[in-house]
């Protein structure tokens, strides 16, 4: 079976090595890859918008399977094309792909069928939103309706923070036209979790929960991030919080997608608080989470692309999918000055992974024979144990072996979790 995989960071390269765990496997064609994915498929520079390029990749190559896992593929309608070409997918429709595309109506979603999330108010209007922040309380979220490269939610402080984060947004046109609505959310606290799952629109299967880490620096300062690391699983997702989660969220969105005639079928990501009144959404993503894929996809047992299919083929069941116990940790080594002006260009070098040890590459390229860095998150060292202090530790030896110049990693990834005391 040839495969064809749509991106080109750490998530994707994550995907692939699951991926070639499965004997029939021949070929793994990435689109655009980057040099480090290079040593595991077969890359070519067509970008992960590039609808067109990537439909006319699939038809000459032949391709017999597709995973689509970035949000701007999926939001575009990559795999209503890739369907319509006769090449099956894993990632939902354009029609469901909203959930992730639209802030303003997944938030609508939630409202309409009772799923908990935070309360909310949705303007097009940059004046009357600001008239309405004059009297909100704070901290305040702002959040621009459509993708924005997860920097689209700005938390702010008081009135004049607030005040600037919706003339950038709507009158600036920071994001583009994701800008054109926005949410201004209540403040939620707690701790949050992300949850990735697979359903196939009718069953759905959490996969094991995560703690992601989005600040740039130590003890979360700093400016927010793709994510600089992460761990799994998150110690303060329950059992009981587990189950709370299936009845009153999980359970629901699928239902409320089937009722909206959006079903989702695919990855369903549910980035959640675990506040005082319970567990709530802040947002959803369509697709597989970046570096939450990470660490997930070393603890899955089952073989991903069988369970890929069958969510294709609307067959899917909860013993499909195991994972194994224990617990895993990812750090992400990113350039000095990241997310912000930062230098590339570097040459890397990579350590042998060990038992238990993966390497994740998210943005290199290969110049003149060498792996260089080309990219603001370079790559992802990940370890899986018996224990969460033990794959932290796993990690942090494995990041220490990885060597390019401006290279800097937090220092505290996992400690959260660490000190976290369960009462379940």
Known sequence: MDILVIGGGGREHAIIKSLRKNASVEKIYALPGNGGIAADAECYPIKANDVDGIVEFART?????????????????????LEKLGVHCFGPLKNAAIIEGSKVFSKNLMKKYGIP?????????????????????????????GLALGKGVIIA???????????????????GESGNKILIEEFLTGPEVSVLSFTDGKTIVPMVSSMDHKRALDHDEGLNTGGMGTVAPNPYYTEAVAK???????????????????????????????????????????????????????????????????????????????????????????????????????????????????????????EDGKLKTAGGRVVGAVATADTLKEAVDGAYRL??????????????????????????
């Open 244 to 366: 709370e989660c299936m009845e009153r969220i999980f359970h629901p969105t699928v239902s409320a997608m089937n009722a909206e005639g959006r079903p989702f079928r695919g990855c369903l990501y549910f980035g959640l608080m675990l506040t005082p009144k319970g567990p709530k959404v802040i947002e959803y993503n369509c697709r597989f989470g970046d570096p939450e894929t990470q660490v997930v996809l070393p603890l899955l047992e089952s073989d991903l692309l069988d369970i890929m299919l069958a969510v294709r083929e609307v067959r899917l069941t909860p013993d499909m999918v195991r994972f194994k116990k224990g617990a895993a940790c990812c750090v992400v080594l990113a350039s000095e000055g990241y997310p912000k002006k930062y230098e590339s260009g570097f040459e890397m070098t990579l350590p042998e992974t060990g038992k238990d040890e993966y390497i994740y590459v998210a943005g290199a390229k290969r």
């Open 61 to 81: 190559h032949r391709v017999d399977f597709a995973v689509v896992a970035p949000d701007d593929p999926l939001v575009l309608g990559c795999v209503d094309r």
């Open 399 to 424: 990041a220490e072996k990885i060597r390019f110049g401006n290279a800097y990693y937090r220092k505290d990834i996992g400690r959260r979790a660490l000190a976290c005391k369960r009462e379940d």
């Open 117 to 145: 999330t935070a309360d909310s108010e949705t303007f097009t209007d940059a004046e009357a939103a600001i008239a309405y922040l004059k009297r909100s309380s704070y901290p305040a979220v702002i959040k621009a309706d």
């Open 157 to 175: 402080q008081n009135f004049e923070e607030a005040e600037n984060a919706v003339r950038e947004i709507m009158c600036d046109k920071v994001f």
